[in-house]
């Protein structure tokens, strides 16, 4: 038995010594008693609302132990008769609430609702059924909202806003109709979701899931006119065991190899070789922006999410963004450009499937640029999840599956390649790199310790021939929003910026096994470092594959031909998109378009005052009838703003005063025009 | 012209009173939102004309800057008795116009200036005893009350400042500014027993102190405006009537925590309050007692308006942060209290309109005196909304501990047309009931408590043997649950299930098991909500349980409703004995119901009866009743 002094409290009448816990959740815990919560994670703010996790405390009655701080000489209950009266109620109403189609559920067996409706016996619901149905957002490519599952415990809005530092979920509406939604109920397509999927991440029930494309898999692998080949990027290889019952980090790489082929796909290679590649082409991009001077950092482009949130969110970032196509992608597209002819196959008859740790590849896949005469380079993106759903669903006994190698040419790596996988990783596979080439000495301590681990924002500095470049690292996409804000003040400044939009890299991808958890994504970082202290070489610069790629296909980094192969161009997304508004009509023979900006540039700027000049100035003008009037949204031009669109020609800076003007100039020769 | 000393003060003051005291009469019409709505500034403009026909109208500034007298027209804040609108008050004297229309504006002008008293017909007549009075302060329903915070409201001229000074206003700030430490002001509110009137009834001085202790260097002062409950409108009137006072208790309460800037959060359904705060603090600014270095101390304070968006949880202290703060109103939890972390992380004090507007008395008159009135325990007084079945409804303010017996039957005048007493709701959705039996409990925030109800806004509704104490129930919920901020389970869902079942109840669709169920709920919202919204949400429920569970059970078991009020409990029966057999009810039943022989008694297939009441207005013989 415990002694008690004045530090203690006691839980269920057993005295227990404070030492620092910053709530009763903590303490509670650390006595073996394990409080069930929906809304509680480490690393997101205390959020207080599901009450799953509450406590008696004498005296005081029912609290949530997530907010409430212990205090010496408290008596805690932890399952008290009205304790267990709230948490079965809320269980009760979240299920009655719930569309409780759990056998069909993609978290069915992985869902916290029915985890804990279990671990609390719930065999009854004294309340009625769902009365509503919402329709289901599945417009984006890496995730599918479910408002009909949602139990609204805020996780998904926390973690895009707080972790990711973008929002675009948010509450709506008031009492029983309170929903998660994008703005204006918008799709998810439509806003500016980056596809992280750390929202599915967290998510406790299957309101926010990846979309899962495993059909599309199964049908290609059955397809006897396809070459299936498949991607394994390198997070894979220290998560996946942990679906079948193993520690988490350890390395499963042979075994997944093995399991791949056994599922029937004809090549099995690893995205790490692309990997290797994508340093040589970034390394060569950083060196020539250090000779040349160039303002600001470069930074890197291999995470789709990352990739996405600079289009949306800085258009004066674009410039400084690395051309480099993701591995993913150089691997689809020396696959399909240069492969496929060896084989003497056209891209179409060869079938590549990424197996991804994340959702945001999903989203990369479907990218425009990335498909030549509508073939996509990469065809289909699977994550971890889903590779492990396929191989339960095979019936393979994935601790018994014999070790097997990667096929030859995609499949000899180096260690840099590997530590792609955690953050930091790729600015450290850079370093290594930039040393050889720029000092053309050995690099002998490859280790570059200082910008790996869960710090959020991580430097180093190099000596390369007497110039000292400057390194960050950052991970999660709010560290990167407030690295941004420093390079935009002046207050910092770096040459080279790692960006990984996932906390700690891709070995926390979204589409990894569901663990938040800290010492899972810990272990998984281990993993991947082990694994390039394992490797024979660890430097991209000496993949001996590699030089035969640029030997064979490529050149030399930054050549003519990889630069058509291996980069691509960036354009912004800041505009929303959707319908123009139609605000006059013309149905005359001889008309003219106009269009007037209402983003928020021209906006802020006084466009509205310029739309409302044109109607007033089209009617004193008398060209009325002969006039299509539309209200748009970001021509642009928003340096130069407010803009107006006539025909096809965009003009800046036109304001309400300038309008008269403007039509006498511009709008009334282009009617005439038009008549000629 | 700007008061930078204390002395300025005074002396202003003194010359203000002085010239106000040189008109020969003066009258003011009510410009309250309640008497507004009725037409009264048309009233005041034509009794300004009025008299300026007369060559008897002198304007404020006439009387102050001129050696002029005569008669003065002014608009003033919300008297409380807003049914008998629009009202206009003669000084002096104090004489009360009810229900004054523009016409009336001559015959009021003449009666006064020619000295033949008072228009007889324009003066509240009691309802019951028919008395009739001439003095505002005579009238029953403003005998029995003590009005101190709302001492101003329909007395003053809110929209100028000289008339709060000349009265005596900003004499608080003034003393804590000279002659009190923070600590000291700290201590005067503490031993005053002041508790927070918005509902809760927290010792305010305890949250002042909190805050003063509270390590930043940034503080923060928000007065809580958001009265959200149907059928209040204290906070409404003091802001609208007597905006000064709450502007100085700010001042007071910033220099005592800390605090360099104030928030006053209004709703946006308070337009004239917003306009009236507006005018307030441009003159406090203009004056010099807000703004930088008041009255040459050194002190800075300055307020902000925030107007909120109606929803009714930004009544909740830390939703109403977050709502300034630019973010969806919801509650956060606590610990941390807002006076370790409110606005924008800082310490903040945040009290309700009402608490302010008494910290100016309790300053100048001292906690002693202030201590007075009241109980012990919930010193001072407290302003209400009384509405419902009385003779008289109308903003009221009584010291705390007055009973309901006198509410409802000195003030309230007793129930309207003889009817049975049945209850007070208080306290609004978050409230309770109090009935019969505790007519002559004392009311106070500790006595209510301890009777499962809650001062909470001060709402008081009235009901009589009329009102069905379910459906009563059911429309607080409806009100609690689209009001819900959604945030936490027990409150979103929980009221959301509540409401289901009393809505069941009033339909006929009641179950029985329900009664054990809707109890269980109500307890587990109550226990394990997240804010004061959803832990007080089933108050009405379980009040209504506690005192009327007979009621309950008849709508559920018997699908019978005793006050015959539930359309959908209601049946229809034609009376052998009255009915004479004329088939008029058969032929305007829409769905055949009705059958009979000509000239014998008629009945009604209660089954095909679809409750349309058709039959009841079609009888020429009375011969059909509901129930």
Known sequence: MMTVTANSVFIDNQPVELDGEINLLSLVRKVGVELPTFCYHSELSIYGACRMCVVEIEGRGIVAACSTPPAPGMRILTNSPRVQRVRRTVLELLLANHERECTTCEKNGNCKLQDLANRFGVRKIRFGERDMKLPIDDSSASIVRDPNKCILCGDCVRMCSEVQGIGILNFANRGSKVQVTPAFNKKMAEVECVNCGQCSAVCPTGALVVKSQVAQAWKALADPNKIVVAQVAPAVRVALGEEFGMEAGQIVTGKVVGALKRLGFNKVFDTCIAADLTIMEETTELIERLEKGEEGPLFTSCCPAWVKYAEHNGSNLLKNLSTCRSPQQMFGSLVKRYWAKELGKEPKDIYVVSIMPCTAKKFEATRPEFSVDGVPDVDLVLTTQELSQMIRESGLDFAAIDPDSFDMPFGFTTGAGVIFGASGGVAEAALRAAYEIVTGEVLEQVNFESIRGFDGLKEATVNLKGKEVKVAVVHGLGNAKELLKKLNSGEAQYDFVEVMACPGGCISGAGQPQAVDMATKKARARGIYHADKLSQLRKSQDNPVVAKFYEKWLQRPNSHEAHETLHTSYSTRARITGEDIELLNSDREHKVDLAVCLGTCCYMKGSYDTLQEFIRQAERNGIKEQVNLHATFCLEGCEDSPSVRVNDQIYGGITAERVETFIREKVLPELERNKE | ?627
Not at chain 2, 38 to 59: F, H, I, M, P, W
Not at chain 2, 117 to 137: D, F, M, N, Q
């Open chain 2, 1 to 627: 012209m700007k008061i930078d000393s204390r002395e300025t003060l005074n002396t202003l003051g003194k010359t203000w009173k002085e010239g106000f005291a040189k008109e020969t009469a003066r009258i003011l019409v009510c410009a309250g939102t309640g008497c507004v709505a009725n037409g009264s500034l048309q009233v005041y403009e034509a009794l300004k004309e009025e008299v300026q026909r007369r060559n008897a109208y002198v304007t404020v500034e006439m009387l102050l800057e001129e050696e002029q007298s005569g008669t003065t027209v002014v608009k003033s804040g919300c008297h409380g008795f807003c049914e008998m609108g629009p009202l206009v008050r003669l000084e002096p004297g104090g004489i009360l116009y009810i229900k004054v229309t523009k016409e009336d504006a001559a015959e009021i002008v003449t009666a006064l200036l020619e000295g033949k008293g008072p228009v007889e017909r324009l003066l509240y007549k009691h309802p019951i005893t028919g008395e009739i009075y001439a003095e505002e302060s005579n009238i029953p329903f403003y005998k029995h009350q003590t009005r101190t915070v709302l001492q101003h409201c329909g007395v003053i001229d809110p929209e100028d400042i000289r008339e709060y000074i000349a009265e005596g206003g900003y004499q608080a700030l003034a003393k804590v500014l000279h002659e009190m430490t923070p600590a000291e002001v700290c201590q005067e509110v503490t031993d005053s027993g002041l508790r927070g009137r918005g509902g809760g009834g927290f010792p305010t001085g305890r949250k002042w102190e909190a805050t003063r202790i509270s390590e930043g260097e940034k503080k923060y002062v928000v007065c809580n405006g958001d009265e959200g409950d149907p059928g209040a409108f204290m906070d409404r009137s003091v802001m609208e009537g007597d905006p000064h006072k709450v502007l100085e208790g700010m001042a007071i309460a910033g220099y005592a925590v800390g605090a360099d800037e104030g928030y006053i959060y209004v709703r946006a359904e308070y337009p004239l309050a917003v306009q009236r705060l507006k005018i307030a603090i441009k003159q406090a600014l203009e004056m010099g007692l807000l703004g930088e270095n008041i009255l040459g101390t050194g002190f800075n304070f300055r307020i902000k308006i925030k107007e909120g968006a109606g929803a009714f949880v930004c009544g909740e202290e830390t939703a109403l942060l977050a709502s300034i703060e630019g973010e969806r109103g919801m509650p956060r939890p606590k610990p941390p209290f807002p006076a370790q972390s409110g606005l924008w992380g800082k310490p903040t004090l945040i009290n309700n309109v009402e608490t302010f507007a008494n910290v100016p008395k309790v300053i100048n008159d001292g906690a002693e005196v202030f201590r007075q009135s009241g109980t012990p325990k919930s010193p001072g007084t407290k302003t209400f909304a009384l509405t419902g079945q009385v003779a008289n409804t109308g903003l009221i303010e009584v010291p705390m501990g007055i009973t309901l017996r006198e509410i409802v039957y000195e003030i309230g005048g007793g129930l309207r047309n003889g009817k049975r007493f049945k209850a007070v709701q208080i306290g609004g959705p978050s409230g309770g009931c109090l009935t019969e039996q505790h007519m002559d409990m004392e009311l106070d925030f500790d006595s209510l408590l301890s009777v499962g109800a809650m001062i909470g806004s001060g709402g008081l509704v009235v009901t009589n043997e009329d009102t069905c104490m379910v459906e009563f129930a059911r429309y607080f919920m409806n009100f609690t649950q689209n009001e819900s901020c959604g945030k936490c389970v027990p409150c979103r869902e929980g009221t959301k299930r509540m409401l289901e079942m009393l809505q069941r109840a009033v339909d006929g669709e009641g179950r029985p098991e329900d009664v054990e169920i809707l109890e269980d709920l109500a307890e587990a919202v109550k226990d394990g909500s997240l804010c004061g919204l959803g832990k007080t949400a089933p108050n009405p429920v379980l009040s209504m349980l506690k005192y009327f569970k007979d009621e309950y059970i008849a709508h559920v078991v018997d699908k019978r409703c005793p006050a015959g009020v539930c359309k959908a409990l209601l049946g229809y029966s034609i009376d052998a004995e009255l009915c004479k057999g004329c088939s008029k009810c058969s032929r305007v039943c829409p769905v055949g119901a009705i059958t009979g022989e000509i000239k014998k008694p008629y009945r009604i297939d209660s089954e095909k009866c679809i409750k349309c009441g058709a039959c009841v207005s079609s009888c020429p013989f009375k011969a059909i009743k509901e129930g």
